[in-house]
């Protein structure tokens, strides 16, 4: 549950940008966790679940201990067993089917929207062995995908130990193993985020929940580092704000008001000081306004 009882009135579509120095911000288990890359342009790619998994973190870790603000999708949890505490905190038994009474079947469902955080952000598919529904969420992400082509670095890298004494043995005292990291010298990406404010009336997504969110793009990096990640930055996120629940404008038309130019083509980007950010708010279409949610 929302620690208040405000509902979302306006719809939003963003652009938020964020940059990796030295780092790996998304990799590929099918790849041997290179950088996600589109093989036809290089541009460096970043999932929407990557960057719904840092969410998910920075919420769990800032709201741990407060009702309503569980996460769903976690480190190692069971889904089933997340499903049946809707069934026993309802006094019901848990089914594969839901109850063919409606209002006890929204009941279930309204239970896990109200008690998790990420269901009413991003929705979630519970027909599972426990059935508490499916739940389309009002927050989606498309792929972040850098502004350029991007440069995947091998790194050789050594450890002075090693696992087994067999291998010990066979290295006669050396104890040296060899690996293998990835790393992108440097990459803006962009990517594009929308707030459905009809679906967050469905899942009780408010206002609040809207602030956590947005606190949650603007930090959740300095709560994800590794040795991988050391150096990945929220760089800006620019919200357009519609007056109206059905939206003033099409959000293609206001993406394509913010343009992102790299100042010296020909010259490798290492920093974001190595681009222009402009947001064309001239004319803007009635009933919109722009915000900005990373400071």
């Known amino acids: 549950m929302s620690e208040t009882n405000n509902s979302l009135e306006h719809r939003y579509d963003f652009v938020y940008l964020f940059d990796v120095t030295d780092g790996n911000p998304n990799g590929d288990p099918d790849a041997g966790n290179l950088p996600r890359v589109d093989p036809e342009t290089g541009q460096g790619l970043v999932t929407d679940v990557c ?3 840092k969410v998910r973190n920075f919420v769990s870790l ?7 603000f569980d996460i769903y999708v976690k480190e190692k949890a069971v889904l089933n067993k997340q499903n049946e505490r809707a069934y ?9 089917k839901m109850p063919k009474d409606v209002a006890k079947a929204r009941e279930i469902t309204g239970w896990m929207c109200q008690n998790f955080f990420d269901i009413r952000a991003f929705g979630a598919v519970m027909t599972t062995e426990v059935n508490c529904g499916q739940v389309r969420g009002p927050i989606q992400f498309a792929f972040g995908r850098s502004l350029d082509p991007i440069f995947s670095q091998e790194h050789a890298v050594t450890r002075c130990a090693v696992t087994t004494e067999r ?7 050396d104890n040296r193993t060899m690996g293998r990291k990835f790393t992108v010298p440097y990459g803006l990406y962009r990517v594009h985020g929308f707030i459905n404010p009809f679906l967050a009336g469905q899942t009780g997504f408010s206002q609040s929940d809207l602030e956590l969110f947005k606190q949650a793009l603007n930090q959740m990096f300095e709560f994800d580092r590794s040795a991988a990640r050391g150096q990945m930055v929220p760089r800006k996120c620019i919200a357009f704000k519609h ?6 404008a099409r959000a293609d038309q206001l993406f394509d008001r913010v343009t992102v130019q790299l100042n010296e083509q020909g010259k490798p980007p290492r920093q974001f000081t190595d681009y222009t950010v402009t947001v064309d708010e001239d004319q803007l279409p009635d009933g919109i306004t722009v915000e900005d949610w990373v400071v």
Do not use: Y
């Open 88 to 96: 026993t905190a309802l006094e019901l038994k848990p089914d594969k």
């Open 167 to 173: 291998e010990a043995e066979a290295q006669q005292g």
């Open 51 to 53: 960057i719904k998994r």
């Open 62 to 68: 800032t709201h741990e201990d407060k009702p309503g």
């Open 243 to 248: 007056d109206s629940k059905l939206g003033n």
